[in-house]
């Protein structure tokens, strides 16, 4: 639901912050106050066109923020979001935001990352339908008008089954298409292949091996210079002439000289013979280390060898061993595949006659059981209509589908092998229309005020925000119109712009909105009414102050 809208520098309205609840929320207002503002405000924040005009006279920008409590969206709603790069909703909240300037830049933002005006739209379309003189009507689109039937008919299994047939259909297709293709190709394919496949196989690889060869390598082409630098610190421990051993005798006197003149130099002679005898076990250590030493150019040449070829198969079939040995099993795949060319097909022609039957079959019973929902909506759709003034009126759910022919006539698609388009005639006499073609703004917001009634549980998207519902109605017809907005503010939460005080009586929340002038400036505000807020703006509805007005306005919020 919509919890916040926030709207700043737009047409008359300076900065105003409106806290909205669920249910029904009415919103009210004399001629020319600028209720209409709201709604222009809400399709910014939700992706439509942009008029620098609309910025407030004397300003340089204009913004809209609109807050939305996404805590019961759907799994796939998240998912959209995941799939166009955006945050996650943080405590349940999604924040659209809209700038636009005076010199045309334009901004938009959803949770605070900036994205693309085609973005902010989409994400809208889960969010916000708004049924009067506006272009963001989802049940417009008869994609839409189709997975709506199918809810209202409980048809989403039988169509989660033609979904899942036209996968499989699609899959061998694609395996069918990549074995037909011409001689000449086909040579060199299994060439290429055969090629591939005796390749990495004969390089016999194991998923750890590169890691294991790069270190023995290493060890391998420093074995000389390691030969060098032992036997050369062994020297000089060791060596003939200079060595670090040879000049120690001459301490080593000295401190036996000390020793006889004074028995308390004892210790520092003992540590010299501990230090000459940790000297001499170094320099067996190293003489020991360097015998192990293997120089061995042979196996130095087969382990570069082995590390240049698996280099090689990296760069050409992989960025690692694992990735070369997949290649390598999906290329053994394709080949054994081109190899039983012959079989292949006919196996995958078999498969295909079984499941395009399998799927046609699901398709046609898709088919006949929304024909049977269709007409049911039309029937219980005809009823609300009649409800709500058009009492001669048609609805009809109007249903095209596929012949059934084999390829190349077209085939069922993920749908089944229906379109759908809800067709409308508020007057006797007069052909039925797609409701996309439907002139006036207040007979098609009346008629889908009449399908939203019928479809409150099964349509998922929030908020239904609903402008010139009430056009040219009144009496029983505009009580009618207030309890089915109540009905399906029940399931959703409902913004009606009204000048029917029938109906503003019944909402759960009374906004009004009035324009004054402040500072030699006019000026829109909107504000939310307590009861005898309502009372008085009920009263102004009805036509005027009087008592009896008054009185009048009183029964409208006593009734039930």
């Given at each position: 639901?919509?919890?916040?809208?926030?709207?700043?520098n737009?047409?008359?309205?300076s900065?105003?912050?409106?806290?909205?609840?669920?249910g029904?929320?009415?919103?009210?207002?004399?001629?020319?106050?600028?209720?209409?503002?709201?709604?222009?405000?809400?399709?910014?924040?939700?992706?439509?066109?942009?008029?620098r005009?609309?910025?407030?006279?004397?300003?340089?920008s204009?913004?809209?923020e609109?807050?939305?409590?996404?805590?019961?969206?759907?799994?796939?709603?998240?998912?959209?979001?995941?799939?166009?790069?955006?945050?996650?909703?943080?405590?349940?909240?999604?924040?659209?935001?809209?700038?636009?300037?005076a010199?045309?830049?334009?901004?938009q933002?959803?949770?605070g990352?900036?994205?693309?005006?085609?973005?902010?739209?989409?994400?809208?379309?889960?969010?916000?339908?708004?049924?009067?003189?506006?272009?963001?009507?989802?049940?417009?689109?008869?994609?839409?008008?189709?997975?709506?039937?199918?809810?209202?008919?409980?048809?989403?299994?039988?169509?989660?089954?033609?979904?899942?047939?036209?996968?499989?259909?699609?899959?061998?297709?694609?395996?069918k298409?990549d074995?037909?293709?011409?001689d000449?190709?086909?040579?060199?394919?299994?060439d290429?292949?055969?090629?591939q496949?005796?390749?990495?196989a004969?390089?016999?690889?194991?998923?750890?091996?590169?890691?294991?060869?790069?270190?023995?390598?290493?060890?391998?082409?420093?074995?000389?210079?390691?030969?060098?630098?032992?036997?050369?610190?062994a020297?000089?421990l060791?060596g003939?002439?200079?060595?670090v051993?040879?000049?120690a005798?001459?301490?080593?006197r000295?401190?036996?000289?000390?020793?006889?003149?004074?028995?308390?130099?004892?210790?520092?002679?003992?540590?010299?013979?501990?230090?000459?005898?940790?000297?001499?076990?170094?320099?067996?250590?190293?003489?020991?280390?360097?015998?192990?030493?293997?120089?061995?150019?042979?196996?130095?040449?087969?382990?570069?060898?082995?590390?240049?070829?698996?280099?090689?198969?990296k760069?050409?079939?992989?960025?690692?061993?694992?990735a070369?040995?997949?290649?390598?099993?999906?290329?053994?795949?394709?080949?054994?595949?081109?190899?039983?060319?012959?079989?292949?097909?006919?196996r995958?022609?078999?498969?295909?006659?079984?499941?395009?039957?399998?799927?046609?079959?699901?398709?046609?019973?898709?088919?006949?059981?929304?024909?049977?929902?269709?007409a049911?909506?039309?029937?219980?759709?005809?009823?609300?209509?009649?409800?709500?003034?058009?009492r001669?009126?048609?609805?009809?759910?109007r249903?095209?589908?596929?012949?059934?022919?084999?390829?190349?006539?077209?085939?069922?698609?993920?749908?089944?092998?229906?379109?759908?388009?809800f067709?409308?005639?508020?007057?006797p006499?007069?052909?039925a229309?797609?409701?996309?073609?439907?002139?006036?703004?207040?007979?098609?917001?009346r008629?889908?005020?009449?399908?939203?009634?019928?479809?409150?549980?099964?349509?998922?998207?929030?908020?239904?925000?609903?402008?010139?519902?009430?056009?040219?109605?009144?009496?029983?017809?505009?009580?009618?119109?207030?309890?089915?907005m109540?009905?399906?503010a029940?399931?959703?939460?409902?913004?009606?712009?009204?000048?029917l005080a029938q109906?503003?009586?019944?909402?759960?929340?009374?906004?009004?909105?009035?324009?004054?002038?402040?500072?030699?400036?006019?000026?829109?505000?909107i504000h939310?009414?307590?009861?005898?807020?309502?009372?008085?703006?009920l009263?102004?509805?009805?036509?005027g102050?009087?008592?009896?007005?008054?009185?009048?306005?009183?029964?409208?919020?006593?009734?039930?």
């Amino acid at each position: 639901m919509l919890t916040t809208l926030r709207i700043r520098n737009l047409a008359l309205v300076s900065e105003v912050t409106l806290e909205l609840p669920s249910g029904l929320v009415a919103i009210t207002g004399e001629t020319g106050a600028g209720k209409s503002i709201l709604l222009g405000a809400l399709g910014l924040v939700l992706g439509e066109r942009a008029d620098r005009s609309l910025i407030r006279s004397g300003q340089e920008s204009c913004a809209v923020e609109a807050v939305f409590d996404v805590t019961l969206m759907s799994r796939a709603f998240q998912r959209s979001l995941d799939d166009q790069g955006l945050d996650s909703c943080a405590d349940g909240q999604l924040i659209l935001k809209r700038t636009f300037t005076a010199s045309g830049a334009n901004r938009q933002f959803v949770n605070g990352t900036p994205t693309t005006l085609q973005t902010l739209s989409r994400v809208g379309d889960w969010l916000v339908d708004l049924h009067g003189p506006h272009e963001h009507q989802s049940l417009l689109d008869p994609s839409r008008q189709l997975a709506l039937l199918d809810a209202f008919g409980v048809l989403d299994a039988r169509r989660a089954s033609v979904e899942a047939l036209v996968r499989e259909r699609d899959a061998l297709e694609t395996q069918k298409a990549d074995l037909i293709i011409d001689d000449r190709a086909y040579a060199q394919q299994l060439d290429l292949l055969r090629h591939q496949t005796a390749e990495i196989a004969a390089a016999r690889l194991s998923p750890d091996e590169e890691e294991t060869v790069a270190r023995e390598y290493q060890r391998a082409s420093s074995a000389a210079q390691r030969l060098q630098f032992a036997q050369a610190a062994a020297d000089a421990l060791g060596g003939e002439e200079g060595s670090v051993l040879s000049q120690a005798g001459a301490v080593g006197r000295l401190l036996q000289e000390l020793d006889r003149t004074d028995s308390d130099a004892r210790p520092l002679l003992d540590a010299f013979e501990q230090g000459i005898a940790s000297l001499r076990d170094l320099e067996r250590d190293l003489s020991r280390y360097a015998e192990r030493i293997d120089l061995d150019p042979a196996r130095l040449q087969g382990l570069e060898e082995r590390l240049n070829l698996i280099q090689t198969l990296k760069r050409k079939y992989g960025n690692s061993i694992d990735a070369v040995m997949r290649f390598g099993e999906e290329a053994a795949r394709r080949l054994e595949q081109l190899e039983g060319r012959s079989e292949e097909l006919a196996r995958l022609e078999l498969a295909l006659a079984r499941v395009s039957s399998e799927l046609w079959d699901a398709a046609l019973d898709l088919s006949a059981r929304r024909r049977e929902c269709g007409a049911r909506l039309a029937r219980a759709v005809s009823g609300q209509l009649a409800d709500l003034g058009f009492r001669r009126s048609e609805f009809d759910v109007r249903i095209v589908s596929l012949a059934r022919n084999p390829p190349p006539h077209p085939q069922p698609g993920s749908a089944g092998i229906d379109t759908i388009e809800f067709h409308f005639a508020p007057n006797p006499g007069e052909p039925a229309k797609p409701l996309r073609s439907i002139a006036s703004s207040g007979e098609l917001a009346r008629a889908m005020l009449a399908i939203k009634t019928v479809l409150a549980v099964q349509d998922q998207i929030p908020v239904l925000v609903f402008d010139e519902v009430d056009a040219n109605v009144g009496g029983e017809t505009a009580n009618a119109v207030g309890e089915k907005m109540r009905t399906i503010a029940r399931h959703r939460q409902v913004l009606c712009i009204t000048h029917l005080a029938q109906v503003a009586a019944v909402a759960d929340a009374h906004f009004a909105v009035t324009k004054e002038i402040r500072g030699g400036r006019t000026l829109s505000t909107i504000h939310r009414l307590d009861h005898s807020g309502r009372v008085t703006e009920l009263a102004r509805m009805l036509g005027g102050h009087t008592e009896a007005a008054r009185r009048h306005a009183l029964s409208l919020l006593r009734q039930p």
